[in-house]
């Protein structure tokens, strides 16, 4: 097994067992999107589903179910690209590249 750094930054990390090629987040993102699998997921589940989440209606909980995993990756990805654009923000400030001139500069 080894560990991936899914958001490249430290702070977000993922199992790849032996033998597999995709880390187990994104395999779990990937079920999460997929209406078979959960259509066969809550039928196993649902007494689960029932007892602990209140939820009777397999579609509702297949559509919220894909709807929360959008929101989430969404999300996830939202503030990586903050981290990169942070990053960008300290290097220019940094550097004391404050306007368009300083950029022009920095590219001779």
């Given at each position: 097994m ?14 790849v ?5 995709q ?5 779990t ?64 400030l ?13 590219l001779?």
């Open positions: 080894r560990f991936e750094d899914i958001l490249h930054n430290g702070q977000l990390w993922a199992v067992y032996d033998g597999d090629t880390d187990i987040l994104s395999k993102f990937e079920n999460w999107l997929d209406p078979g699998y959960l259509e066969e997921f809550f039928n196993r589940n649902i007494k689960d589903l029932e007892s602990y989440f209140h939820i009777t209606n397999l579609d509702s909980a297949i559509y919220d179910t894909i709807e929360d995993a959008v929101s989430l990756s969404c999300l996830m990805h939202t503030l990586n690209e903050l981290r990169k654009m942070e990053m960008v923000r300290n290097y220019l940094d550097n004391g590249i404050v306007d368009a001139e300083g950029i022009s500069e920095e001779l």
